[in-house]
């Protein structure tokens, strides 16, 4: 399967045109309609509907495979380009749970940050876009985190921290010494998925409830405790990352917010010592 096709199909899908999808990649129509239906040609299916442009459901399936492929192949590219890298800027992708005071104190000769959710993070890394990631998320105590599997990158758990309920003042539950998601089982949440995914949350505490309330779209977990202490739903975060509302610990299930550094083989330098700093 020719990966130019394949990247060609995808950009197709997201765009939702043919024509929308040769001003994206520096084609002509004709020439995207032809890689189309080379692809299809190859895989002996139909791949996509004309009018409107929607993919089948073989086209499905293949989307499902596109993603991850393609960034294997760009990691690929990246892994071996960095056997030949020289110095040059240095940049972190990090979720914005896992800046801390001491985790910024670490970025010595760091020049860019990057703020991106765990996955999108540690393909930044696998691509050559960063050349590290801080990747966070609720887990079991101990257990690594749920990322995406891009080559061979090296994982290293930087740290673990209690969660916390965030509630409104004078909220029937505010005060308990500590509180079971069960028990919340009717609330809605702030669903803030650049902060605490509801999705990762359900799947870290195996549950299928989690009601989603107001949605924040931003990066920022003290904007998310706001809301919670204002009633527009409950919100769970680090200690460290609740500034206000009633914050009560999260008893059970037990899962903790857990960051991971993810990085490729460095050479001695400005990223080595920001993984050292990091991990010492």
Do not use: K
Request: glycine share 8%.
């Amino acid at each position: 399967m020719d990966p130019h096709l394949l990247r060609t199909f995808v950009t197709v899908v997201a765009e939702g045109s043919f024509s929308a999808a040769a001003d994206r990649l520096g084609y002509t129509q004709p020439a995207v309609s032809q890689q189309i239906a080379a692809l299809e040609a190859d895989l002996g299916v139909p791949l996509l509907t004309r009018r409107p442009v929607r993919p089948t459901r073989a086209g499905e399936r293949l989307l499902e495979h596109a993603g991850p492929l393609l960034l294997r192949l760009r990691a690929a590219r990246a892994d071996v380009a960095r056997l030949s890298a020289q110095p040059r800027t240095l940049t972190v992708a990090a979720g914005p749970l896992t800046l801390t005071a001491g985790t910024a104190a670490a970025l010595a000769g760091v020049t860019t940050l990057r703020i991106a959710c765990a996955a999108a993070a540690v393909a930044l890394v696998a691509s050559g876009e960063a050349d590290l990631a801080l990747a966070d998320g609720p887990a079991a105590p101990s257990d690594p985190l749920n990322l995406p599997d891009t080559g061979p990158l090296t994982t290293v758990g930087v740290r673990e921290e209690e969660l916390v309920v965030v509630l409104p003042e004078g909220h029937p539950l505010a005060g308990r010494t500590g509180l079971r998601l069960d028990d919340l089982a009717d609330a809605l949440w702030v669903d803030a998925p650049e902060v605490m995914p509801l999705d990762r949350l359900r799947a870290a505490a195996r549950l299928d409830g989690l009601r989603p309330g107001i949605r924040y779209e931003g990066h920022d977990p003290a904007v998310a405790a706001r809301l919670a202490a204002a009633g527009h739903g409950l919100t769970l975060l680090p200690a460290s990352a609740a500034p206000c509302g009633v914050r009560v610990p999260l008893v059970a299930p037990r899962i903790v917010h857990r960051v991971e550094l993810v990085h490729a083989a460095l050479p001695p330098g400005p990223a080595a010592e920001v993984v050292r700093a990091l991990t010492s």
